[in-house]
């Protein structure tokens, strides 16, 4: 029930293009989900994250989209660049606190 | 934003020694910092959960007596590796929940560790 899914594991994408990233959950508790960018040999940064009383959130070129009765959630990234290549991971926590439980990761590629 | 550093960011080291990662909070105070280990093309994984003042609580198969984690101040948490060995290999990463309690989580650079 603490699963988080995310699919899918790989992504090539050529500028300018869409990048969709998709999860799942199974823990009706999660009540705040983030979506982290993360370069390698750093820490995940904070991209983007939505709580459940909305059904999307648009910060610049990130938008998430949110569907509560199916408990899934998604990344869309708009006018893909080279600099967004990199590996994105979801993720969820419960209402009482901050304890994230992680997707697999999507390795995101943007060709030039 | 709040910014969360750590040190060092790399080490290598060889079996049987220890080695402390620090993890601190530069511009508020975090009661509550969370570690994470993670493999090469991995996600992240989390190993314990420190809270100012009091012990860490460990997830489930994560060896408390190897992974010694000490949250003496609102600011610092250190994550020590004791008697190390080659699968202690990893990157671990430390986080601490932002100023206002929000939910949203700070994440530190990493720590590359290598034992040999």
């Known amino acids: 029930q603490q699963q988080v899914k995310q699919s899918p594991q790989s992504l090539i994408v050529q500028k300018g293009g869409i990048s969709i990233i998709n999860c799942a959950y199974e823990?009706?508790?999660?009540?705040?989900f983030p979506w982290y960018q993360q370069f390698p040999g750093k820490g995940p940064a904070l991209l983007i994250a939505i709580r459940p009383d909305v059904s999307e959130k648009k910060e610049g070129r990130f938008t998430i989209s949110f569907n509560k009765s199916a408990k899934q959630f998604s990344l869309h990234i708009m006018d893909s660049q080279p600099g967004d290549s990199a590996t994105y991971f979801c993720?969820?926590?419960?209402?009482?606190?901050?304890?994230?439980?992680f997707g697999e990761g999507t390795q995101l590629t943007v060709n030039p | 934003g709040a910014v969360v550093s750590q040190h060092p960011s790399r080490v290598i080291c060889k079996s049987g020694t220890s080695v402390k990662i620090e993890c601190r909070s530069l511009?508020?105070?975090?009661?509550?910092m969370f570690w994470y280990r993670q493999f090469p093309k991995k996600s992240l994984m989390l190993m314990a959960t420190s809270n100012e003042g009091s012990k860490a609580t460990y997830e489930q198969g994560v060896e408390k007596d190897k992974f010694l984690i000490n949250h003496a101040s609102l600011t610092l948490s250190t994550l020590t590796v004791t008697s190390a060995h080659p699968e202690d290999s990893s990157f671990y990463i430390c986080s601490a929940t932002g100023p206002r309690n929000t939910g949203e989580l700070f994440f530190g650079e990493g720590s590359r560790l290598t034992v040999l």
């Open positions: 993720a969820a926590s419960p209402i009482s606190g901050s304890r994230l439980t």
């Open positions: 511009d508020f105070q975090a009661t509550t």
């Open positions: 823990n009706t508790a999660f009540d705040y």
